[in-house]
């Protein structure tokens, strides 16, 4: 399986660590960590949990508002746009997803946060 990682620009990755180090910021995670992260979470979990992220570079979060249930996965580094690692400051994860069942019935929500937790664990990257 193939994970995209920072960014392949230049100019990027000068970006990032000129606010890093302005702001005062450290590091939790190195790429080795973010692609443990991304595979056990595509491998482990029984679906990719949506999140919410927030770029070192911008003051925009992406999504803008995360529902409790989201409708949709989570791209977890699958695609450049997805690319994680160097430019996350942090993310927000909804281990919850609504699927939907039909016309007539309410939606089903589906939960991983009991194995989201353990997965963080057991992979030493810090949550709260």
């Known amino acids: 399986m193939f994970f ?3 960014f392949p620009y230049d100019h990027n990755v000068k970006a ?3 606010a890093v180090y302005e702001r005062g910021l450290t590091s939790h995670m190195n790429d080795h960590k973010w692609r443990a992260l991304c595979s056990a979470v595509v491998e482990q979990l029984p679906f990719a949990p949506p999140y ?4 070192v570079t911008s003051d925009v979060l992406r999504p803008e508002v995360l529902d409790f ?5 989570g791209d977890w580094a699958r ?3 997805g690319a994680m690692g160097l430019s996350i400051e942090w993310l927000k994860v909804a281990p919850r997803v609504r699927v939907e069942v039909g016309r007539l019935l309410p939606p089903r929500i ?3 946060a009991a194995q989201l937790r ?3 664990a057991s992979l030493r990257i810090p949550f709260k």
């Open 4 to 6: 995209y990682v920072g």
């Open 79 to 81: 695609t450049p746009e």
């Open 16 to 18: 990032v660590r000129r």
């Open 69 to 73: 249930a989201p409708g949709y996965h």
């Open 118 to 120: 353990c997965l963080l």
């Open 52 to 55: 919410q992220e927030k770029r």
């Open 110 to 112: 589906e939960d991983c």
